[in-house]
């Protein structure tokens, strides 16, 4: 689920608040699994367009 909740909020079609609502989770739950999805692309030097 939390892969998902980050590619569905990276396409860029809903805002954190939407998305996390749909989902049923909270903001800060949803904003802790996108900061850690990129900083984990950071440090294997992938962009989020090459993750894609």
Do not use: C, H, Y
Not at 27 to 50: C, I, Q
């Amino acid at each position: 689920m939390q892969k998902d909740a980050v590619r569905l909020f990276e396409s860029g079609n809903s805002s954190l608040r939407q998305v996390a609502e749909d989902l049923g989770i909270s903001k800060a739950t949803l904003f802790n699994w996108v900061d850690k999805a990129r900083k984990e692309r950071r440090d294997v030097g992938v962009t989020p367009d090459l993750a894609a």
